[in-house]
């Protein structure tokens, strides 16, 4: 019996049990009753498809809520499975002036850039040609197209930094017989081919100061040679840096930091000597040097860290001193050469800036003085009367400028070294002065340089990435640089 049914029996009942069983009731009595339960009859039925609508439509929303979040499920899971980054917690960005991909804990990061320095350069040496006749030079070079990134991996304390440069120029190899002698040269066409200049790893022992960094880095000299060319003042470094200290300073070896994060950071390590950056372990005469030891100590009178790391004072909001000292000793055979410095640097929110630097160089038997070009390093023959012989070398060097309103910055530089081991005849006391103006776009990321160099009685020796060349007849050289860069 249906619950219909059973409800209609039950009204039924309760009609006739109101009616008492002796009383005769009259027709018209009878034919009321009836018709209150035909009306009682239709008002069920009404409720029990209100009751069955009901069901329906609470049926059809559960249905729709499944189906919803079923269809979401699917979707959150679409979408995790489109973005794989948002699976492992990573994220993307431009964060302190740089790209940056990262993990939400930090434990990751991976900060691409690139470095372009597009150049117009202009030399002019006096009487260079027959007949007293100038030798002027003029062209476009793109000095440097540096592409890299840094980061860290695995924990906030295992840092790394890898960059690569396009070489300039095409170059020459030696070819060797079975023997392992010279028999000639032939050509490389390496104009644009990439060429590693850094690739180092640098981890801080847990609970201390100290951090172990090894690969191929920077030499811990001069400060002006550890500075990046990002963050130069002039075009570029200074021919001091080149000259006395390893140029780019890259070479290869491991070094032991000390780096309270307070007023004072040392750093020290052993390396494959100065300028030995891509170099196999065999040692001298296949390689430059059989070993290095180098070391440098900087103490901040006062100042932040952050604005150490160019020459100059664009951006600078406190003032800064402060005063470094390097060594480096470099084996070379039977000779060796020890090149040491001291150097100076102020900064102040004003825009005033000054660099100062002492650079001495010692050998114990001259073997020549390495020359700077597009392909490398190279040492040119000595003048006999020094040739094997100990010398003492040194350069002073000056930089100043001052920083108007962050976009225009006037600078200048002076320099005096007495080289020995040049070639025989040649002028051993170089001057140096240069001059001239930044105008900062976007501060190093985006600037306009334009400079002159006049050396009053010429260098005796190459120094490419300065755009000098040699002139040692005791006449003057005029260079003039215009260079765009571009950091991103």
């Not at 040692?472 to 640089?481: I, R």
Request: aromatic fraction near 12%.
């Amino acid at each position: 019996m249906s619950n219909r049914s059973r409800i209609v029996k039950a009204a039924a009942m309760a009609v006739a049990l109101c009616t008492p069983a002796f009383a005769t009731e009259p027709s018209s009595q009878q034919g009321d009753t009836a018709q209150e339960i035909q009306t009682l009859r239709a008002r069920l039925d009404q409720l029990e498809a209100q009751q069955k609508a009901s069901e329906a439509k609470h049926q059809e929303a559960e249905r729709k809520v499944e189906e919803a979040a079923t269809v979401g499920s699917v979707l959150k899971d679409a979408q995790s499975r489109d973005n794989l980054m948002a699976v492992e917690g990573f994220t993307a960005g431009f964060d302190d002036n740089r790209f940056v991909i990262q993990s939400a804990d930090g434990n990751f990061k991976f900060r691409p850039w690139l470095h372009l320095q597009v150049r117009d350069v202009t030399n002019d040496r006096e009487s260079f040609k027959p007949g007293h006749n100038d030798d002027v030079e003029n062209g476009f070079e793109i000095r440097r197209m540096r592409f890299g990134f840094d980061g860290n991996a695995f924990t906030p304390d295992f840092t790394y930094f890898f960059n690569w440069a396009t070489v300039r120029a095409n170059g020459t190899a030696n070819v060797t017989n079975s023997a392992g002698t010279k028999i000639g040269t032939v050509s490389n066409n390496l104009g644009g081919a990439p060429l590693l200049e850094e690739a180092w790893v640098k981890y801080k022992l847990p609970g201390s100061d100290f951090y172990v960094k090894g690969g191929q880095l920077k030499d811990p000299l001069l400060h002006d040679q550890i500075v990046s060319s990002r963050y130069q003042q002039s075009t570029e470094r200074s021919l001091t840096a080149d000259i006395f200290a390893n140029g780019d300073a890259f070479t290869e070896g491991a070094t032991l930091i000390w780096d309270p994060k307070s007023f004072i950071r040392t750093e020290g390590g052993i390396t494959h000597g100065l300028r030995s950056a891509n170099t196999n372990f065999l040692d001298f005469p296949t390689n430059a040097f059989n070993y290095g030891l180098a070391g440098r100590v900087e103490y901040k009178v006062m100042g932040n860290w952050k604005d150490y790391s160019q020459i100059g004072s664009y951006g600078v909001k406190d003032q800064l001193l402060v005063l470094g000292g390097g060594i480096d000793y470099s084996e070379r055979g039977h000779s060796g050469q020890t090149v040491a410095v001291f150097d100076a640097q102020y900064a102040a929110p004003c825009g005033f800036n000054a660099y100062g630097a002492v650079v001495d160089r010692y050998t114990t038997h001259n073997f020549g003085i390495y020359t700077q070009s597009a392909t490398g390093a190279s040492i040119g023959t000595p003048d006999p009367a020094v040739a094997n012989k100990a010398t003492n070398e040194y350069s002073l060097m000056l930089q100043g400028g001052y920083n108007i309103d962050q976009h225009w910055e006037p600078f200048g530089r002076m320099e005096y070294m007495r080289l020995q081991g040049t070639a025989a005849g040649s002028q051993n006391y170089v001057q140096a002065y240069t001059a001239g103006v930044n105008y900062y776009f976007v501060g190093h990321r985006a600037k306009l340089t334009a400079q002159g160099t006049y050396l009053p009685k010429g260098i005796p020796i190459d120094d490419t990435p300065n755009d000098v060349l040699t002139n040692g007849s005791g006449h003057g050289e005029f260079v003039f640089v215009a260079q765009f860069q571009l950091l991103l």
